[in-house]
């Protein structure tokens, strides 16, 4: 084998342990975002004391991502509109906005097998909601 060859062999050879490595830290941090998020508390906020408005929030854990609209009318929630959401398997949290429009409560229970991205979602209307 000439030294080419070797110093190609080589190089392929760092890069991919580099890119195991990257990947083995990913799926980490990852999952350790998704546990904290599980955990993760979404505060009650009196509506009724808000101005009129249009408010925007986002929230992000990695792997999920929301962005939100919520128009607040005469002490109610008047829209919830869900901007942005990127998901793995999550796309069934997309009804959270409408459970928060029924309620008018960030009391929602998530949805069964989109949890993370409900909680993503209600996050973001709270952060909407407490700017």
């Known amino acids: 084998m000439n030294k080419t060859v070797k110093r190609v062999l080589i190089i392929v050879l760092v ?3 580099i890119g195991i490595i990257t990947g083995i830290i990913i799926a980490r941090n990852a999952t350790k975002n998704l546990d904290l998020l599980g955990k993760m508390e979404i ?7 808000m101005e009129d408005g249009t408010y925007y929030g986002e929230y992000k ?3 999920v991502s929301a962005k939100v609209e919520v128009v607040v009318r005469n002490g109610l929630l008047a829209e919830v509109n869900l ?7 999550g796309e069934k949290a997309e009804i959270i906005p409408q459970k928060v429009m029924d309620s008018q409560s960030l009391k929602v229970d998530a949805i069964t097998g989109a949890t993370y991205s409900s909680k993503v979602i209600l996050k973001a209307i709270e952060n909407a909601l407490t700017k």
């Open 15 to 17: 890069l991919l342990i």
């Open 43 to 49: 505060e009650e906020i009196n509506i009724t004391l």
């Open 61 to 63: 854990v990695f792997p």
């Open 83 to 89: 901007l942005e959401h990127n998901h793995g398997k």
